[in-house]
């Protein structure tokens, strides 16, 4: 590549990278809180883990990231030891170890494009394009069970690639590389797993299959070395599983809770994880869908929604550059170093398509789809790296070797960092709402889910000129951490009979109906954003006839 072009990409690099992890530690601190986020503090140290085994929550979701944001609430808001608080300033704090994880990532996926590729430049591009995408920024504010799961299965990812490079630059007598790879493959296991017990198997999947990779007849090793060269990888898989024993609920549950085994958790999370007993419905595409009548593309279809176009035409671009290169090395002779390079790209694919791929095939019930498969965009950015590195780095093909070529790969480079994050700031701090220009044409809002999480609540509240919500809907728990400093659950879903006239908030959420306009309520304001001329609502505040609205599946928040 030349210079000049070298020293742009760095340039772009360097400020929209500054600018989005500045969006992502302002936004952790400005934004509102979501239900989830209170009701899993709970899986920690609180009531359904003395004494209710049966909550849903056990078993479907660790305490790992509970574990980690409650230290940084003791440490840093006055959260007591061994209990935990509802306070703003504790739930505030967690979103700081959100931030810290999301940078951790972008850390993993320029850690892999830097070993799979050679090159700062094209790593750093990797990182900084991650944290460009605005869903997983807008996640990255606050998200306490996807994020966590896409940090830790990119360092177990990470972890994989690292092990296969040691083969492949025959350095695999390196002891502090070994170790290494195995601290990143069981913290990885114990972060991911830990959170989300459903992501156990298919991280054990990647491990088991990299220690085969390194102990094939792709790197020639002898046979003794071949063994010796499986150990790494299956033993993070080992660490990880210790890990998360000691950290499971059985263990942190206290004196007097009814007892259980690990081995219980992990099939009460699997098979919980899979079928939800009470699913939501499902907003996709302008229609309402159930669990079961969703369409089968539906998840790769919303995953792409989510997606700046120049990175998916990046990632198209690097698959189709990848089998270039491949159908190239069946056709040589001796190519089996290009062999092995291409082997490291394994743990890669696994991370991008085994868990979606099982999803779609079994039909598995989904929330949310873009939340619950974050950990798509991290290997999927790395894909997009690697393309465009071989893309202009090999010229594979006559094709490749014009200017016009090299210039719109760039081009393309440039356009994925700079322009997402631009409409990232456009939405901020709600950057999870984002879909990209195709995925709009035919209408933003009313095709899809907007306030999903209900975060726009905090910001209603400061602009309802000091007056308190009398109902609501949306998420009565995390609402009231603001109202009242403490966790609300006892909410009424009942209005008393009245004839005076009160305020309400309702976020704009299409998979529960609760959209405007209102039966008996008329708008006083509303929280939106504004995106290539679309006019996305978050929430509105109302003026409501307390009779009208009687019985209507409104949170009642009154004390």
């Known amino acids: 590549m030349p210079t000049i072009l070298r020293r742009l990409l760095w340039i772009a690099v360097v400020v929209t990278g500054s600018v989005n992890v500045a969006m992502l530690a302002f936004g952790s601190q400005v934004t509102g809180i979501s239900s989830d986020e209170v009701a899993h503090v709970e899986d920690l140290f609180g009531p359904q883990n003395v004494a209710n085994r049966d909550h849903f929550h056990f078993g479907v979701y660790g305490v790992s990231y509970q574990l980690m944001s409650h230290f940084a609430a003791v440490a840093v808001a006055g959260e007591p030891l061994g209990d935990t608080t509802y306070s703003v300033d504790a739930l505030l704090t967690r979103h700081w170890v959100s ?31 991650l944290l460009a995408v605005p869903v997983f920024l807008g996640h990255g504010m606050f998200n306490p069970k996807d994020i966590p799961v896409a940090c830790g299965y990119s360092l177990v990812t990470s972890g994989c690639v690292l092990w296969l490079k040691r083969l492949v630059s025959n350095r695999a007598s390196q002891t502090w590389t070994a170790w290494t790879v195995v601290g990143l493959i069981s913290v990885g296991i114990w972060l991911a797993a830990g959170t989300r017990y459903i992501f156990l198997p298919a991280l054990a999947v990647s491990a088991i299959v990299s220690s085969f990779v390194a102990g094939s007849g792709v790197f020639r090793l002898s046979l003794r070395a071949a063994f010796s060269a499986m150990w790494g990888p299956l033993a993070g898989l080992a660490g990880g599983y210790f890990l998360l024993y000691l950290t499971n609920p059985c263990l942190l549950m206290r004196t007097g809770a009814p007892l259980c085994s690990f081995a219980e ?28 009548s969703k369409p089968a593309l539906a998840l790769p279809v919303n995953l792409a929604a989510g997606m700046p176009l120049a990175l998916l035409a990046l990632i198209l671009a690097g698959i189709v550059t990848v089998f270039g290169l491949l159908s190239q090395l069946t056709r040589r002779s001796q190519q089996s170093t290009q062999v092995a390079s291409v082997a490291l790209g394994i743990p890669v694919a696994l991370q991008a398509l085994l868990m979606p791929s099982l999803t779609i095939i079994l ?17 999927l950015t790395v894909l997009a790296a690697v393309g465009v590195y071989a893309w202009i780095r090999y010229q594979t093909s006559s094709l490749f070797k014009t200017r016009l070529v090299r210039g719109l790969g760039v081009s393309l480079m440039l356009i994925a960092v700079v322009i997402p994050t631009y409409e990232s700031w456009r939405l901020f701090p709600y950057n999870y709402v984002y879909v990209n220009p195709l995925a709009s044409i035919n209408g933003y809002a009313n095709n899809w889910e907007t306030d999903y999480w209900g ?14 919500p009398a109902l609501l809907r949306g998420a009565p728990n995390s609402i009231n951490a603001f109202i009242h400093g403490r966790n609300y659950m006892e909410a009424k879903k009942v209005v008393m009979k009245g004839d005076e006239k009160v305020f309400a908030i309702q976020i704009n959420r299409p998979s529960f109906g609760w959209l405007y306009p209102v039966k008996g309520c008329l708008m006083r304001s509303k929280i939106s954003r504004h995106l290539r ?24 928040l009154r004390p």
């Open 363 to 379: 039909n598995a019930s989904v929330y949310d789809m873009q939340r619950q498969h974050l950990y798509v965009y991290p290997a």
């Open 455 to 468: 975060l726009s609540l905090r910001e209603a509240l400061s602009e309802s000129g000091g007056d308190t």
């Open 533 to 556: 001329g679309h006019d996305i609502p978050m929430s509105y505040l109302l003026e409501c006839d307390e009779e009208e609205v009687q019985n209507s599946n409104w949170f009642w």
């Open 99 to 129: 931030v810290v994880l999301v940078i951790t990532t972008a850390a993993a996926v320029a850690g892999m494009v830097l070993l799979l590729t050679g090159d700062k430049l094209i790593a750093a591009w990797g990182a900084t394009t």
């Open 265 to 292: 958790v992990l099939s009460r999370s699997w098979s919980g994880s899979s079928t939800i007993a009470d699913p939501q419905p499902l907003f996709f595409l302008g229609e309402l869908y159930t669990q079961d």
